[in-house]
């Protein structure tokens, strides 16, 4: 990284501290986020509003960033074996998860290299199989429709909803907003 920046992500460095204050002091209009110790934040999110001023802090996101995909997903591939993902449905939190060599319902769709293939063109089906992609959009949702009503016994409303066509997000905003369900924009069902 040009004018040495420090890479690590453990812990903010005592370098990149420095040297985001000095940034700081020349661009007055950075108005960054800190921590409760009185630093500069150095997340990625946090950075970006830096990189944007500051050509050396941006390849610094760049490397976090590809760093990232290499260390959580790359490293996992290999050649000569295959990929499985372990399903486990209704977690405490109501959700769905992928374990096992990678969570294959989030795969990242950054590009590995600019202007060159996601991380999701590395998977390849074998030799006389194909993929099939689906997004269930609601899957958890139905799956806890259907327990709630099957397996706890606690009525059906909430899979009616789901069987009548209904968009259980939509739905959850409108009764959480107290707007008509035809009012409820994208932003308030994909923050519901």
């Known amino acids: 990284i040009d004018q040495g920046v420090p890479v690590s992500e453990a812990g903010p460095s005592k370098a990149l501290q420095r040297y985001l204050a000095k940034i ?5 209009e950075i108005q960054p986020e800190m921590t409760a110790t009185g630093k500069i934040r150095v997340k990625m999110g946090d950075l970006e509003e830096f990189a944007q001023f500051v050509p050396s802090i941006q390849k610094l996101v760049e490397y976090r960033t590809y760093n990232k995909l290499l260390s959580t ?57 194909v993929f099939v992609a689906v997004d269930y959009s609601t899957i958890e949702l139905v799956t806890l429709g259907w327990a709630w009503k099957h397996q706890l016994g606690f009525g059906g409303s909430m899979l009616d909803a789901i069987n009548s066509g209904r968009d259980m997000h939509t739905l959850i905003a409108s009764e959480v907003l107290g707007k008509p369900y035809d009012q409820v924009t994208k932003a308030e069902r994909k923050a519901s």
């Open 24 to 28: 700081v002091r020349e661009h007055p």
């Open 73 to 129: 997903y790359v490293k996992k591939l290999n050649r000569k074996s295959r990929v499985y993902g372990e399903f486990r449905y209704l977690k405490r939190s109501g959700r769905t998860s992928c374990c096992g060599g990678l969570n294959l319902q989030n795969l990242p769709n950054e590009e590995l290299k600019e202007g060159g293939v996601t991380l999701k063109q590395c998977l390849k089906p074998t030799k006389g199989h």
